[in-house]
Nanobody, 119 residues
Framework: QGQLVESGGGLVQAGDSMRLSCAAS????????MGWFRQAPGKERALVAR????????YYADSVKGRFTISRDTSKNTVYLQMNSLKPEDTAVYYC????????????WGQGTQVTVSS
């Protein structure tokens, strides 16, 4: 059984940086896209950034553009989210997810990691 394992969350102050990692392990994942989502209390889960596995093309939500960077290491089946200039409104549970080839939705999800930014 494959799984996605996130790491790197925690408590930081506004203006600090943090890097999240998500490793796909336990099976051979066929990956088309990997994405980072977040869900704040009382809000719906929303896409933060995504990266196409083959060519590294990226997309960012407007709220994080210029502050967050998504990257991947295909040899390690790992995706990263570098978060700079963090704001209190970035506080949320962050999830990574995999969209396999030939699908329109993210089929595999990590367990989530809490990111808390204090003002």
């Amino acid at each position: 059984q494959g799984q996605l394992v996130e790491s790197g969350g925690g408590l930081v102050q506004a203006g600090d940086s943090m890097r999240l990692s998500c490793a796909a392990s336990g099976r051979t994942f066929s990956i088309n896209v990997m994405g980072w989502f977040r869900q704040a209390p009382g809000k719906e889960r929303a896409l933060v950034a995504r990266i196409t596995w083959d060519d590294g093309e990226t997309y960012y939500a407007d709220s994080v553009k210029g502050r967050f960077t998504i990257s991947r290491d295909t040899s390690k089946n790992t995706v990263y989210l570098q978060m700079n200039s963090l704001k209190p409104e970035d506080t949320a549970v962050y999830y990574c997810a995999v969209k396999p080839p030939g699908t329109v939705k993210y089929d595999y999800w990590g367990q989530g990691t809490q990111v808390t930014v204090s003002s």
